[in-house]
């Protein structure tokens, strides 16, 4: 039995969002020089990351497409992804619980108890650090687990200024 425990108020909300709502899946050229954590993308590389992550993707019927060395699905929305993954979810009978924030995890005899409920095996994903609080920290820490220092990514951002004469016209795209 596998229990997903997702504290949003829909399973994979931010990957509703990745690459401008399209859902960028991957990228063609996976090359160490354009990671921090090198040896964990080594291990990907070697393992056939990529590969076996689009296979799974066109088992469930998610056909693929590249630009710019990205890879999208060919719907170009990333609504598509979520649902397909979403029905694979409900037929391979996978619990899903929503809007809930596991508040402990205590580790027993080689056992889990999450909120109160015992688990053989635990996986936490957190996302970035964005949306790491204070408390979720602390339950990392509190399970003594080996953390790197989050460094930053590429975020979008609001502005409260109008900037629209800061984006680019027309004229600004000669033909050369």
Known sequence: DVTIYEKNSKILKK?????????????????????????IIKEMIDLGYKDSMLEFFHYLGLFTTVEDGRI???????????????????????????????TSIITKNDKYIVDGILY?????????????????????????LKMEKFTPALVGFKVKEDISSLLPTRDDFALV
């Open 120 to 144: 053989d095996k635990v996986l936490i994903c957190v996302g970035t650090n964005a949306s790491i609080n204070n408390y979720s920290d602390e339950l990392l820490k509190s399970l003594n």
């Open 72 to 102: 999208y699905p060919k719907s170009n929305q990333a609504a598509t992804v979520v649902e397909l993954i979403s029905k694979e979810l409900f037929y391979k009978k996978v619990n899903v619980v929503l809007n809930k924030e596991i």
């Open 15 to 39: 990957v509703a969002t990745t690459g401008n709502g399209r859902c960028n899946l991957s990228n063609e050229d996976i090359s160490l020089d354009k990671y921090q954590h090198q040896s």
